[in-house]
């Protein structure tokens, strides 16, 4: 019987597990950090299609359990003045309209902490039986004689199994194991803070299942209340990669240091943004946005990736954890279907990659909108901006660009959609018309993005035989 490893215990590596348990495949889970998920900081969106996918292998409801629904997008201007309420794209499912997708309730979409989705997940995968072993980081892997897989990890232990599936995330292991040359992620421009703000007076705080998106002068901030009344923020100010070191918000001082810095960026306007920022204790958290447009070989012998590992879309679609769990699903249904792994993984191949390029491409956009091209970065899976020069916004911990410059990024830089989940810019805002960009073609319209539907029932062809699609598989 095939035993698969899934290197990475994360969205896609829970997903996958559960997926393959479905398709009758056993799986083991080898994730590098020692315990849970609790220190992935953040929040964010799920949309339809990433619960539909959950759905098709009975996984939603914990989810759902955990989450609450995201209905509409409010945007202020730096004055506080409303411009406009609008609903997040499915958002429609929230008001309990039936959806477009065969007439069901549409599931999504729903806002949660990162942690608590790699929670409900987790405990999902255990549920079912599955081992998710902690503190296993994937640090090389070798075809066997017998064509199986030995994993190595960073503590000296190894694992033997038929495949490996890399779902380790944006800096993946496995995507270099299998292709050395594979591009790095590209710095996208964009420093993205969130924060958690309580005791917030209702005024200032959006209404249930509205995210308010607050276009200031110098950043951009959106925010969104959680059932208890606090207030979720995240902040996406332009500015140059920062080092982990730079980022790390793990002391009250770092707290305090990002918590004055964003609010800084709005004390000059009159909406609520700097209150909220000031609202916010400790558990501020910073990322880096990356992403990566292209990766060229997604698979080779026994070794396959999927999510981030595979395509890492830059937040602001918010479609990064919605693409891992249709990859994941997708694949199981692939090894589950056709008679070898390197037929099922063309197949996979064929089923994903427009689709997902085409989420990247889109999210790209939108980022590029919103990050004046001097602070675009250097990663080299794209060109370069123009001049490549220094971000246009400092940073805490930042000190060389943040004090010595301390202008902010252009007037105007922050972009002009809505934006649901941390960082993320939803697939709720007005859709650029469909236009070919380095050989992907973005799909007009969000139908193919949310009504995307797996249907597990129905076998896979092989690659050859199946069409490749944007819709569907
Ligand atoms: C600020 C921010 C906001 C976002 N907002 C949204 C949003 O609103 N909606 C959305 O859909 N997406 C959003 N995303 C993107 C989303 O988080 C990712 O696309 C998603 O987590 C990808 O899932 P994954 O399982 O591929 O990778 P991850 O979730 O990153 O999981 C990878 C796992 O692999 C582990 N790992 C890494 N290396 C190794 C190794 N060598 N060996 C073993 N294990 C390893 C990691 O510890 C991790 O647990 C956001 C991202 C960021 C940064």
């Known amino acids: 019987m095939t035993h698969v490893l899934i290197a990475g215990g994360g969205i896609a590596g829970a997903v996958t597990a559960m997926s393959l348990h479905r398709a009758g495949i056993s799986s083991t889970v080898?994730?590098?950090?020692?315990?849970g998920a609790d220190d992935v900081g953040a929040f964010l969106v799920l949309f339809h299609n990433g619960l539909e996918a959950l759905r098709t292998i009975g996984a939603h409801q914990p989810v759902l359990d955990v989450s609450f629904p995201a209905e509409r997008i409010e945007t202020l201007s730096h004055t506080g003045d409303s411009l406009g309420t609008r609903p997040v794209s499915g958002g429609e499912a929230a008001e309990g309209a039936e959806g477009a997708a065969g007439g069901?309730?549409?599931?999504?979409?729903?806002?949660?902490?990162?942690?608590?989705?790699?929670?409900?997940?987790?405990?999902?995968?255990?549920r079912r039986g599955i081992t998710i072993e902690h503190g296993k980081r994937l640090v090389a892997a070798?075809?066997?004689?017998?064509?199986?897989?030995?994993?190595?990890?960073?503590?000296?232990?190894?694992?033997?199994?038929?495949?490996?599936?890399?779902?380790?995330?944006?800096?993946?292991?496995?995507?270099?194991?299998?292709?050395?040359?594979a591009p790095s992620p590209r710095h996208t421009g964009q420093i993205t803070v969130c924060g958690w703000a309580a005791g917030m007076p209702p005024e200032a705080a959006p209404a249930q299942g509205t995210y308010r998106m607050i276009q200031g002068r110098r950043a951009f901030l959106g925010c969104t209340t959680a059932p208890d009344g606090e207030v979720w923020w995240f902040a996406n100010t332009p500015g140059p990669e920062l080092s982990k070191d730079r980022l790390a918000t793990d002391t009250p001082e770092r707290n305090a240091r990002w918590r004055?810095?964003?609010?800084a960026l709005f004390a000059e306007d009159a909406s609520p943004a700097a209150d909220i920022v000031r609202a916010t204790g400790d558990g501020i958290f910073t990322s880096n946005a990356y992403d990566v447009a292209r990766t060229p070989v997604w698979s080779r012998g026994p070794m396959v990736?999927?999510?981030?590992?595979?395509?890492?879309?830059?937040?602001?679609?918010?479609?990064?954890?919605?693409m891992a769990i249709e990859d994941s699903v997708v694949l199981a249904k692939c090894l589950r279907d056709l008679p070898s792994p390197g037929e099922a993984f063309a197949a996979y191949e064929e089923l994903r990659r427009e689709r997902v390029?085409?989420?990247?491409?889109?999210?790209?956009?939108?980022?590029?909108?919103?990050?004046p091209s001097a602070a675009r970065g250097r990663g080299n899976n794209r060109p370069q901006s123009a001049d490549g020069s220094a971000g246009a916004v400092g940073s805490p911990g930042d000190e060389g660009s943040a004090s010595a410059d301390g202008s902010p990024g252009a007037e105007g830089s922050v972009g002009a959609e809505g934006s649901a989940g941390a960082g993320g810019s939803?697939?709720?805002?007005?859709?650029?018309?469909?236009?070919?960009?380095e050989g992907v073609r973005v799909p007009e319209g969000a139908d193919w993005l949310l009504h995307y539907r797996i249907d597990w029932d129905t076998p896979v062809a092989s690659a050859s035989a199946s069409t490749p699609t944007a819709t569907g598989s």
Do not use: C, W
Not at 305 to 322: E, F, K, M, T, Y
């Open 260 to 263: 004055e810095h964003v609010a």
């Open 142 to 181: 070798e075809t066997t004689e017998d064509g199986r897989v030995r994993a190595r990890f960073g503590d000296g232990t190894a694992a033997e199994g038929d495949l490996l599936v890399g779902a380790d995330g944006l800096h993946s292991m496995t995507r270099s194991l299998i292709d050395p040359d």
């Open 30 to 35: 080898y994730e590098a950090y020692p315990s």
């Open 305 to 322: 990736v999927l999510g981030d590992a595979a395509h890492a879309a830059a937040p602001n679609a918010a479609q990064g954890a919605s």
């Open 104 to 126: 069901r309730k549409l599931l999504g979409p729903r806002t949660l902490r990162r942690a608590t989705l790699y929670r409900a997940l987790h405990d999902e995968a255990a």
């Open 357 to 371: 390029e085409a989420v990247v491409e889109r999210s790209a956009r939108i980022n590029d909108r919103a990050v």
């Open 426 to 437: 939803a697939a709720a805002e007005s859709l650029a018309p469909s236009r070919k960009t």
